[in-house]
């Protein structure tokens, strides 16, 4: 079956532009979560979507970074007046449920460069 | 703060041996753990998890060891393949929910 899908898969933006990704998880998958992965480091949470609970948003760095889930299907992660220091791959993943035990399926990312 | 870390960037190893893979966490409240494998280009793939009240779990070629004395973690694998070479990262949770803290990674080299 299909996985998660994310798009653009490259992205190249100005500093100070805004810039948009999007997260297609699997069907029926009910958690989402983003992370950011600089050049050679592991990765980093962003932001946790379960269901129709209040988002995590504890791993967002700045007010400039937000993302949205509409029910239980795309997401957007929006970064706005991007800064340099944002390059990096954005990943999303997904899972069966929230819980620490279900395995989150990652999607191929979207490498964000800031010039 | 909270933090998991890599002992070594690089490992290389002679295809058929085998490969150890170290990782070392700093919340001693963690209580799920999971290998993931990093290919060039694509998103980290599940590999093996042990929950904090094992010590030793198995899988296909590989086996992840938890020593919470220390806060150490490692994944052994057998026979080590080429299509095995890719960065290696563990991570952890924390409480119920899904949040992965992820170290830094090995890379794993696997010559011919």
């Known amino acids: 079956g299909a996985g998660v899908s994310q798009s653009p898969s490259n992205k190249v933006t100005e500093k100070g532009k805004d810039v948009e990704l999007r997260c297609d998880p699997i069907?029926?998958?009910?958690?989402l979560y983003w992370y950011r992965q600089r050049l050679g480091q592991g990765l980093e949470f962003l932001i946790y979507?379960?269901?129709?609970?209040?988002?995590?948003k504890s791993g967002l760095p700045s007010d400039r970074f937000s993302a949205e889930r509409t029910g239980e299907s795309v997401s957007t992660l929006t970064i706005q007046r991007t800064q340099q220091e944002d390059s990096a791959v954005y990943l999303c993943?997904?899972?069966?449920?929230?819980?620490?035990?279900?395995?989150?399926?990652f999607g191929p990312g979207t490498r964000l460069t800031v010039l | 703060g909270e933090s998991v870390g890599l002992h070594l960037p690089t490992l290389s190893v002679q295809e058929g041996d085998n490969s150890i893979i170290n990782c070392a966490y700093s919340?001693?409240?963690?209580?799920?753990f999971i290998w993931y494998k990093q290919e060039s280009g694509k998103g980290p793939q599940f590999i093996i998890d042990?929950?904090?009240?094992?010590d030793k779990r198995q899988g296909q070629r590989v086996t992840v060891l938890l020593n919470k004395t220390v806060k150490h973690l490692s994944l052994q694998i057998a026979a080590t393949q080429p299509g095995d070479s890719a960065v290696y990262f563990c991570?952890?949770?924390?409480?119920?929910?899904?949040?992965?803290?992820f170290g830094q990674g090995t890379t794993l080299q696997v010559k011919p």
């Open positions: 919340n001693s409240a963690s209580d799920y």
């Open positions: 991570a952890e949770i924390t409480g119920n929910t899904g949040k992965l803290i």
């Open positions: 069907s029926g998958h009910t958690a």
């Open positions: 042990i929950r904090s009240n094992m």
């Open positions: 979507f379960q269901g129709n609970s209040a988002p995590d």
């Open positions: 993943a997904s899972s069966s449920g929230g819980l620490a035990g279900d395995e989150q399926f």
